[in-house]
Protein backbone atom coordinates (compact mmCIF):
# COMPACT_ATOMS: atom_id res chain seq x y z
CA UNK A 1 0.00 0.00 0.00
CA UNK A 2 1.66 3.21 -1.14
CA UNK A 3 -0.87 6.54 -0.77
CA UNK A 4 1.53 9.97 -1.75
CA UNK A 5 0.01 13.61 -0.83
CA UNK A 6 0.64 16.47 -2.72
CA UNK A 7 -0.65 20.03 -3.46
CA UNK A 8 0.55 21.62 0.06
CA UNK A 9 1.80 25.29 0.47
CA UNK A 10 1.56 28.32 2.33
CA UNK A 11 -1.34 30.60 1.36
CA UNK A 12 -2.85 33.69 3.05
CA UNK A 13 -6.04 33.41 5.07
CA UNK A 14 -8.86 33.45 2.78
CA UNK A 15 -7.19 31.38 -0.52
CA UNK A 16 -7.86 28.11 -1.64
CA UNK A 17 -5.71 25.12 -2.07
CA UNK A 18 -6.30 21.15 -3.40
CA UNK A 19 -4.81 18.48 -1.76
CA UNK A 20 -4.41 14.78 -3.60
CA UNK A 21 -3.45 11.70 -2.94
CA UNK A 22 -1.94 9.34 -5.13
CA UNK A 23 -2.67 5.62 -4.11
CA UNK A 24 -1.61 2.30 -5.29
CA UNK A 25 -1.12 -1.56 -4.22
CA UNK A 26 -4.34 -1.89 -3.23
CA UNK A 27 -8.03 -1.63 -4.83
CA UNK A 28 -8.29 1.60 -4.32
CA UNK A 29 -11.73 1.45 -6.17
CA UNK A 30 -13.31 -0.96 -3.31
CA UNK A 31 -11.42 1.14 -0.21
CA UNK A 32 -13.40 4.41 1.96
CA UNK A 33 -10.58 6.91 2.09
CA UNK A 34 -9.84 9.63 4.91
CA UNK A 35 -8.17 12.98 5.06
CA UNK A 36 -6.49 13.84 8.45
CA UNK A 37 -4.72 16.53 9.55
CA UNK A 38 -2.42 17.58 12.56
CA UNK A 39 -1.10 20.19 14.02
CA UNK A 40 2.24 21.30 16.10
CA UNK A 41 1.68 20.16 19.29
CA UNK A 42 -2.16 19.03 18.50
CA UNK A 43 -3.32 15.52 18.16
CA UNK A 44 -4.06 14.29 14.46
CA UNK A 45 -7.87 14.81 13.87
CA UNK A 46 -10.37 13.59 10.77
CA UNK A 47 -10.79 15.99 8.28
CA UNK A 48 -12.60 14.31 5.92
CA UNK A 49 -14.02 10.52 4.18
CA UNK A 50 -15.46 9.41 0.94
CA UNK A 51 -16.56 5.82 0.70
CA UNK A 52 -15.68 3.83 -2.40
CA UNK A 53 -18.23 5.04 -4.41
CA UNK A 54 -18.54 8.58 -3.39
CA UNK A 55 -22.32 7.81 -2.58
CA UNK A 56 -21.46 8.89 1.26
CA UNK A 57 -18.79 12.00 2.38
CA UNK A 58 -18.41 12.93 5.74
CA UNK A 59 -16.15 15.82 7.11
CA UNK A 60 -15.16 17.23 10.71
CA UNK A 61 -17.47 20.70 11.74
CA UNK A 62 -14.58 22.81 11.43
CA UNK A 63 -14.04 22.80 7.62
CA UNK A 64 -17.98 22.07 6.85
CA UNK A 65 -18.64 24.40 4.04
CA UNK A 66 -15.56 25.10 3.28
CA UNK A 67 -13.89 21.81 2.76
CA UNK A 68 -14.85 19.15 -0.29
CA UNK A 69 -13.87 15.66 -0.44
CA UNK A 70 -13.99 13.31 -3.86
CA UNK A 71 -12.48 10.92 -6.05
CA UNK A 72 -11.03 9.89 -9.19
CA UNK A 73 -11.13 5.87 -8.93
CA UNK A 74 -10.04 5.45 -12.48
CA UNK A 75 -6.83 7.53 -11.45
CA UNK A 76 -6.84 5.86 -7.94
CA UNK A 77 -6.65 9.79 -6.23
CA UNK A 78 -8.77 11.40 -3.61
CA UNK A 79 -8.78 15.00 -3.22
CA UNK A 80 -9.52 17.53 -0.94
CA UNK A 81 -10.43 20.85 -1.46
CA UNK A 82 -10.07 23.51 0.81
CA UNK A 83 -11.83 27.35 0.44
CA UNK A 84 -11.70 29.90 2.64
CA UNK A 85 -8.71 28.86 4.70
CA UNK A 86 -8.05 29.93 8.14
CA UNK A 87 -4.97 29.90 10.32
CA UNK A 88 -6.25 27.39 12.09
CA UNK A 89 -6.27 24.94 9.30
CA UNK A 90 -2.59 25.25 9.44
CA UNK A 91 -1.14 21.48 9.81
CA UNK A 92 0.37 18.50 7.98
CA UNK A 93 -2.43 16.66 6.42
CA UNK A 94 -2.69 12.96 5.38
CA UNK A 95 -4.22 10.63 3.42
CA UNK A 96 -5.48 7.50 5.27
CA UNK A 97 -6.91 4.33 3.90
CA UNK A 98 -8.65 2.29 7.27
CA UNK A 99 -9.25 -0.88 5.27
CA UNK A 100 -5.43 -1.38 5.66
CA UNK A 101 -4.29 1.22 8.36
CA UNK A 102 -2.06 3.15 6.07
CA UNK A 103 -1.01 6.47 5.89
CA UNK A 104 1.02 8.66 3.52
CA UNK A 105 3.88 10.96 4.22
CA UNK A 106 1.68 14.07 4.35
CA UNK A 107 1.90 17.27 3.18
CA UNK A 108 2.14 20.73 4.90
CA UNK A 109 -0.60 23.33 3.98
CA UNK A 110 0.60 26.68 5.81
CA UNK A 111 -1.71 29.65 6.21
CA UNK A 112 -0.66 33.04 7.17
CA UNK A 113 -0.41 36.45 6.03
Known amino acids: VQLVESGGGLVQPGESLTLSCAASGFTFSSSFMNWYRQAAGKERELVAG????????NYADSVKGRFTVWRDNVKNTVYLRMNTLKPDDTAVYYC???????WGQGTQVTVSS
Open 96 to 102: YVPRFGS
Open 50 to 57: ISSTSSAR
